[in-house]
């Protein structure tokens, strides 16, 4: 079964405001990457983190890796209609086996 | 430099079918792995092939088993079909193994199962 809880399930914005997404494994990560789904695409990468405690930024994202290496943080800031889609984690086990957040669907309202 | 190529893109299979996915990788990489979609439990891990082998595997039946080639293209079969088969199966190639490096996601192929 699912490892990784992702809440929220889906949210609601207006564009301008921000948004996170949050994910937390009952198990210990090797590490973690975070990929974006547009609706009707496929998964694209966006950021890996592996060191306990990362911080990364790309522009108006913000991403974190916790750490115990169990939970990890995507935030958006002033977000904009681009941003829509679905957003994962991905997280490697000390098995090697990847396990993946059901995702937060990001609907942004003009 | 091409993506990740899946064919077909549709299948629409009868239960107790098998089928065949493709699935061709980013030039020069070596790992091929499999996922399955669907609305309910999301993204779910298959299996990984890197150099011809299966290196890791998750918690499918026997039904669903794969194969990687000498140019790292990869198949995955699903035999004796169920309903529930019907999903979106994705493959994703990567340079190194084991998400050491990111996954580049082909678009997919929808199976229907009816």
């Known amino acids: 079964g699912q490892q990784v809880m992702q809440i929220p399930q889906y949210q609601h914005v207006q564009e301008g405001e921000d948004f996170t997404t949050y994910c937390n494994s009952s198990?210990?990560?090797?590490?973690i990457q975070w990929y974006k789904q547009r609706p009707g695409g496929h998964p694209v990468f966006l950021i890996q983190l592996v060191k306990s405690g990362e911080v990364k930024k790309q522009k108006r994202l913000t991403f974190q890796f916790g750490e115990a290496k169990k939970n990890s943080s995507l935030h958006i800031t002033a977000t904009q209609t681009t941003d829509v889609g679905t957003y994962f984690c991905?997280?490697?086990?000390?098995?090697?086996?990847?396990?993946f957040g059901k995702g937060t669907r990001l609907h942004i309202l003009p | 430099k091409a993506g990740v190529t899946q064919t077909p893109r549709y299948l629409i299979k009868t239960r107790g079918q098998q089928v065949t996915l493709s699935c061709s990788p980013i030039s020069g990489h070596r790992s091929v792995s499999w996922y399955q979609q669907t609305p309910g439990q999301g993204l779910q891990f298959l299996f990984e092939?890197?150099?011809?082998?299966?290196?890791n595997k998750g918690n499918f039946p026997g039904r669903f088993s794969g194969r990687q080639f000498s140019n790292s293209r990869s198949e995955m079969n699903v035999s004796t079909l169920e309903l529930g088969d019907s999903a979106l199966y994705l493959c994703a190639s990567s340079l190194g193994r084991g998400m050491n490096s990111p996954l580049h996601f082909g678009n997919g192929t929808r199976l229907t199962v009816t």
């Open positions: 092939y890197f150099s011809e082998t299966q290196r």
């Open positions: 198990t210990t990560l090797s590490n």
């Open positions: 991905a997280g490697r086990r000390r098995d090697d086996k990847i396990i």
